[in-house]
Each structure stands twice: as C-alpha cells, then as structure tokens.
C-alpha cells in the first residue's frame, strides 16, 4: 500500500489528506488559532467537584470548564497532584531529580473523586478529547508522552509491549532492552513501530522523551492556573511520528515553512526517507493536483456513490449516526444472495473510510442490505474489521443483528468534519442548492459505464448548456466527453438544451430513443 501525505496551507490555516494507494481516507484541519489540541499539557484548577457523577470540572483557559472523571484520574493520581505542588514551588537550581521522587499509593479504581480531588488543588492535565459542541474538552491525569518508538508514561516502572507485535522473542528483546535504558519512576509503552529496531534508535528516541519531561518541570515553575505547560506537536509532525513507514512514498506541501519543518523532522527521525518529502510548484492548487477536492466533494455528502451503482445513505443525529447500504442497480449475478452479499462487502469497505474521513465517532448503526445466510452475515463482520484494522481510533464491530443492523462504536476525539458538498444553483440564483458539479460528472459517468456493458453502443447525452459547457471544454482530445470516449472505446455525443434543468440529463440510443434509468 502506497500512502502520501499531502498538506495544503491555507489562510485559515493547514489542511492535511492521507492518501492510501491515491484514495482520500483522512483529512485533517489545523487552524492557525487552535488550542486544546489532544495531547496538549495544562496546569488546571479544579473548580467543583461533582459526586453524583463521580467527576470534576477544572479552568484550563476553555470558556466551559473541562471535564475530569475518576476513571480517567490514572492509578497515579496522588503522585502526579504531589509532583505538580512540587514543581511549582521547587527552588532547586536545574530542577529537581525526578528519579528521587517518592511515588505515592496508587488510588483504587472504586474509589471517589473527592476523596483524591479534595481541596479543589492545582493539577497537571492532559487533553483527552477537543471541545465539541457545547462540550468543554475532557482530560486525563494519565499523563503519556509520545515518541515514535515508545510512549513514556511518568510514575510507573512498568515497561509494556505492543501486542501487535506478534514474535514473543522479538517482544521479549523490546522489553529487555527499554528495561535497560528507561530511567527511575518512568513506564515505557513500546509501539509497533519499534519492531526490528536497535537499542540506539530506542534509546535516542527514550532521551527526548525524557527531556520533555524535564521541560514540563520546567515550565511549571512559578506557574499560575490556568496555564498551557506543553503543546503537542503540530498536526503535520504528529501524523508523520505516528504514520511514517516504509509504505510511505511521498509527502507533498505548498508552504516554503512547513517544507522546510518537515523535512527537517524527517531528517531527524527517518534521514533515510528525507527525499520523500516535496515542494509543490505547480500553478494548480495542490488538492487539485493530486485529484483531492474533487474526492472531498463526492464523499461528504448525505448520498455516497460507490463505483458498482450502490449508494450509501448517511444520517446523522444527537444520539448516534444511521448508514444505510443501497444496491442501486449493482448486479453481479442472478442469485440475490450473491449480490447482496457482494454490494454489503463494497459498502463495508466505504464505510470503513467514511469513518475515518469524516471522523465519525460515538455509536454508528449500519442497515447493510438483507442476507439469510449466516456464513455469508460472518463473511461482513470479518471484513469489516479486516477494513477498519487500519483506523487508529479505538473501534469495535458487533456482529450483525436479527434485524440485519451492524453496530459500531467509535472513539471520538475532536469534532466531526462535515463539509458542504453543494453549490449555489444558477437556475434559481440561489433559493435553492444542487449537487456539485463534480458529482453531476460522476453520476454521468456511472451511468454511462452501466449502458455499455449493458450492450448499448452510440449514446447521445442531452443536458444543461452550462453542464455542456463544462463537459466539453478543452481541447478535442482534453474534454471530458473526449476522455469518456477513450475510455469506453464507444462514439458518444453531448447536445444542449435549453429547456433542461441544469442538474438533469437523459440518454439516447442511436436509434434516438431515450433510455430510462
């Protein structure tokens, strides 16, 4: 699989797609005001403490108070509240020996919330989820650290192996060897990534997370609540720590700055892929280039077309969000159960992205077209999880139901991206909205692939004069029309008329006989 990295710099900021084998399956905003990022450290206040909910709001700086659970206070909470009080006020010149602390008890997972947050004291917080909505950002005292190899989490001396490393001796050499590098009263969580590597790539990459924490130290010195103690890395470098493989084979940017911060961030962590990294120069706008904008356009809609002629519908409410598998006019075979079965796989395969794209999270239900076979009910479950294994956001399927529904959860983590995939209608100066002009294309165009291999031959398509307009610019070998004609080695003329809607179009055989769809 071939993964790019592409990142578009924009007045409102930075906008990033992840590309695997040239489809969009994630799409990324960094606004150039944004705070409460996930993984950013503050110092924070605890401002009321609610029992009945066994939680906390604390001031970090947001207009609503954040959100603290005892679930997500860490079995070392009273270390982290006695380490944040010393901090603050310690006067040692370079900062105190954190391998001298004395970690407290752990808290017990029953346990109250004002039994550890009594006081309302000042405490050092992670952000956990971003605002949403009306929210306020919820946070954790789990307090972890992030390198691409390993992740440190202070307060612990436990060292921990990514079980999807699969060799037991290669997870045994891991943990051998963090044992031997880590340092006092820190835990080392070792990732995937870390497979195969050497003892001086995972000490290097252990050594600046440890110097990080000596910068948090630092930074909490003298300091008053609410306070930012650590960002986390920009959206681009966090992508690049937590993605960057041999699968990667090209990071695309238009930002001179940007080019420049992340090749210098490859150099260092990855010298060997510092060319994968470009400068785009090219007068067309980097998302059109490399055919992004018009993906973004044709998967964010209420209706989602697949290639077969099936179609997904995609609602969304308060509690959760509904998704609904349509055939259209997909058929692989004679046999219903076949096609259901072959439509079900491919929108399976959709969803999977649309989650990712979109960031779906919370509780998605699925209403996949209706099968009676349970090899074939079992077959869906396990490509679904064999298509979302890539999602990095924590998941889970459940098998579908008696009423055919497939349930999933899905964490979420910063709000939902929606993006408006309508224009303004010229017809009507717009009172109302259709649908984009690239999807108008795509609808075409599967209509188009459908009539001929359903033996048609010598098709007319009569639409709007301004969808003729747009269908046949360019050169004779350039325009749309042209291309279509390439590719289904058919003749194929384009007419205008007047009295058409701008998003309606029909088609005609040679015979000028209009063919219903």
Same mark, same amino acid.
């Given at each position: 699989?071939?993964?790019?990295?592409?990142?578009?710099?924009?007045?409102?900021?930075?906008?990033?797609?992840?590309?695997?084998?040239?489809? $969009?399956?994630?799409?990324?905003?960094?606004?150039?005001?944004?705070?409460?990022?996930?993984?950013?450290?503050?110092?924070?206040?605890?401002?009321?403490?609610?029992?009945?909910?066994?939680?906390?709001?604390?001031?970090?700086?947001?207009? &609503?108070?954040?959100?603290?659970?005892?679930?997500?206070?860490?079995?070392?909470? =009273?270390?982290?509240?006695?380490?944040?009080?010393?901090?603050?006020?310690?006067?040692?010149?370079?900062?105190? #020996?954190?391998?001298?602390?004395?970690?407290?008890?752990?808290?017990?997972?029953?346990? &109250?919330?004002?039994?550890?947050?009594?006081?309302?004291?000042?405490?050092?917080?992670?952000? $956990?989820?971003?605002?949403?909505?009306?929210?306020?950002?919820?946070?954790?005292?789990?307090?972890?650290?992030?390198?691409?190899? %390993?992740?440190?989490?202070?307060?612990? #001396?436990?060292?921990?192996?990514? =079980?999807?490393?699969?060799?037991?001796?290669?997870?045994?050499?891991?943990?051998?060897?963090?044992?031997?590098?880590?340092?006092?009263?820190?835990?080392?969580?070792? =990732?995937?990534?870390?497979?195969?590597?050497?003892?001086?790539?995972?000490?290097?990459? $252990?050594?600046?997370?440890?110097?990080?924490?000596? %910068?948090?130290?630092?930074?909490?010195?003298?300091?008053?609540?609410?306070? &930012?103690?650590?960002?986390?890395?920009?959206?681009?470098?966090?992508?690049?720590?937590?993605?960057?493989?041999?699968?990667?084979?090209?990071?695309?940017?238009?930002?001179?700055?940007?080019?420049?911060?992340?090749?210098?961030?490859?150099?260092?962590?990855?010298?060997?892929?510092?060319?994968?990294?470009?400068?785009?120069?090219?007068?067309?706008?980097?998302? #059109?280039?490399?055919?992004?904008?018009?993906?973004? &356009?044709?998967?964010?809609?209420?209706?989602?077309?697949?290639?077969?002629?099936?179609?997904?519908?995609?609602?969304?409410?308060?509690?959760?969000?509904?998704?609904?598998?349509?055939?259209?006019?997909?058929?692989?075979?004679?046999?219903?159960?076949?096609?259901?079965?072959?439509?079900?796989?491919?929108?399976?395969?959709?969803?999977?992205?649309?989650?990712?794209? =979109?960031?779906?999270?919370?509780?998605?239900?699925?209403?996949?077209?209706?099968?009676?076979?349970?090899?074939?009910?079992?077959?869906?479950?396990?490509?679904?999880?064999?298509?979302?294994?890539?999602?990095?956001?924590?998941?889970?399927?459940?098998?579908?139901?008696?009423?055919?529904?497939?349930?999933?959860?899905?964490?979420?983590?910063?709000?939902?991206?929606?993006?408006?995939?309508?224009?303004?209608?010229?017809?009507?100066?717009?009172?109302?909205?259709?649908?984009?002009?690239?999807?108008?294309? #795509?609808?075409?165009?599967?209509?188009?692939?459908?009539?001929?291999?359903?033996?048609?031959?010598?098709?007319?398509?009569?639409?709007?004069?301004?969808?003729?307009?747009?269908?046949?610019?360019?050169?004779?070998?350039?325009?749309?029309?042209?291309?279509?004609?390439?590719?289904?080695?058919?003749?194929?003329?384009?007419?205008?008329?007047?009295?058409?809607?701008?998003?309606?179009?029909?088609?005609?055989?040679?015979?000028?006989?209009?063919?219903?769809?």
């Amino acid at each position: 699989m071939n993964k790019e990295l592409i990142i578009n710099a924009a007045t409102h900021g930075v906008d990033i797609a992840l590309l695997e084998d040239k489809k $969009l399956v994630e799409l990324h905003t960094e606004k150039n005001d944004a705070r409460f990022a996930v993984g950013d450290l503050y110092l924070g206040k605890v401002k009321k403490l609610i029992p009945g909910l066994n939680a906390a709001f604390v001031d970090v700086g947001f207009e &609503k108070d954040a959100f603290l659970h005892y679930t997500d206070l860490s079995p070392y909470a =009273r270390s982290l509240l006695k380490f944040t009080q010393m901090a603050i006020s310690d006067k040692t010149p370079g900062g105190m #020996d954190f391998s001298q602390f004395q970690v407290e008890a752990e808290i017990i997972k029953t346990g &109250k919330i004002n039994e550890v947050l009594n006081g309302k004291p000042n405490i050092l917080v992670q952000i $956990l989820k971003e605002p949403i909505a009306a929210k306020g950002p919820r946070l954790s005292c789990e307090i972890s650290l992030p390198g691409r190899f %390993v992740v440190l989490t202070p307060f612990n #001396d436990i060292v921990a192996v990514s =079980r999807k490393i699969h060799s037991s001796e290669e997870r045994k050499r891991l943990q051998r060897i963090v044992e031997s590098i880590k340092g006092k009263n820190f835990g080392v969580i070792v =990732r995937t990534a870390a497979e195969g590597k050497n003892t001086a790539e995972l000490h290097e990459d $252990l050594t600046e997370l440890q110097n990080t924490w000596k %910068v948090i130290q630092q930074n909490l010195h003298g300091a008053n609540p609410p306070h &930012k103690i650590l960002s986390e890395q920009t959206k681009t470098t966090s992508m690049l720590r937590d993605l960057l493989n041999a699968d990667f084979n090209k990071i695309v940017v238009n930002d001179k700055t940007i080019y420049a911060d992340a090749k210098a961030y490859i150099q260092r962590i990855a010298p060997e892929k510092a060319e994968i990294v470009q400068l785009h120069n090219n007068p067309l706008p980097i998302f #059109d280039q490399y055919g992004i904008t018009k993906q973004v &356009k044709g998967s964010f809609g209420k209706t989602v077309n697949l290639n077969s002629g099936a179609y997904l519908i995609i609602e969304h409410t308060e509690a959760l969000h509904v998704i609904d598998v349509n055939s259209g006019y997909k058929s692989v075979s004679n046999n219903q159960e076949q096609n259901a079965l072959e439509t079900n796989l491919e929108a399976a395969e959709e969803i999977a992205r649309q989650l990712r794209l =979109r960031d779906i999270g919370g509780i998605i239900v699925v209403d996949f077209i209706d099968m009676k076979l349970p090899d074939n009910k079992k077959k869906l479950m396990e490509a679904m999880e064999g298509f979302m294994r890539g999602d990095r956001a924590k998941h889970a399927v459940l098998p579908i139901s008696k009423f055919g529904l497939m349930q999933i959860t899905r964490q979420r983590m910063k709000p939902e991206m929606n993006i408006n995939t309508q224009e303004v209608c010229p017809s009507c100066n717009g009172t109302g909205k259709i649908s984009s002009t690239l999807i108008l294309e #795509d609808e075409i165009e599967k209509n188009l692939g459908y009539l001929f291999t359903h033996k048609h031959s010598n098709l007319t398509i009569v639409v709007h004069p301004i969808v003729y307009a747009y269908l046949t610019k360019g050169w004779l070998w350039n325009s749309k029309v042209a291309k279509w004609k390439r590719k289904y080695k058919q003749a194929i003329t384009v007419k205008s008329d007047n009295n058409y809607m701008l998003t309606e179009f029909r088609f005609y055989d040679a015979n000028g006989e209009e063919i219903k769809m």
